[in-house]
């Protein structure tokens, strides 16, 4: 990264989903690009990732996840036969002691996608990690208007692009032995632009304004552990953005 850290792993993948069927179909480009404008630290050129493993890409139970992240999102969206881009992000973030670990070393920022899913994998031997949110007006607000901290397995919340957000860094929580936060991140953006699409996204966000995050814990416990182990231990620690 470009603040010579290497405490935030990541693997990425695109899938695209097909707004009438579901049908989901993965991209082999793991390319990802922020604008200067978003992330003025890693922000203005593509960066490449470690690529998905297959039995991720072929996970049924992400396959479901990414569907029902998708319908959780606001009803107002009623563009027919629209494309929409998925990306799947793996992040770990580690911390060891007196060396804190930073999820957004950009610090208060939006999103360039049009939408962002996190839910949590796990914590491990950390402290902090807040999710701060700060509005979504011309300016972030001085101080975080809500605070989140993610503590359980599969604690989750989305929102929308025009939400200035933030989280606070890690740090080991018994100042001892190494601490990580690991994390799913899922981004919508739509694939096909235009009049009609840009207005289905305006009636989209002016509803989420009021609302812009939710708790999605609708797949049993026993099923959701059994399916993200192998994710859990997946995340390629040579690769550091």
Known sequence: MADSGSYRLRRYGVFEINQASLQ???????????????????GGINRKFSELLK??????????????????????ITCKNISWRIGVHQIKITSYPGCPGNPTPEGIHRDDEAFTVQHLIRRHNIAFGENLFYGESKMPSLDAKI?????????????????????????????????????????????????????????IILKMIDKFFIYIKNFPEKEKTHQWQHIHNSINKTSSH
């Open 24 to 42: 989901l179909t993965y991209q082999s480009n793991s390319t990802f690009y922020q604008s200067l404008e978003t992330n003025p630290l890693n």
């Open 147 to 203: 605070r989140l901290l993610q503590k359980d397995f599969f604690d989750s919340y989305y929102f929308d692009k025009s939400v200035w957000h933030s989280v606070s860094p890690v740090e080991s929580l018994d100042g001892i032995n190494e601490g990580y936060r690991d994390v799913l991140l899922l981004d919508f953006v739509p694939i096909r632009e235009g009049i009609l699409l840009w207005v289905c996204l305006k009636k």
């Open 55 to 76: 039995s991720t890409i072929e996970n049924h139970f992400l396959h479901a996840l990414m569907r029902l992240d998708f319908k959780s999102l606001p009803s107002s």
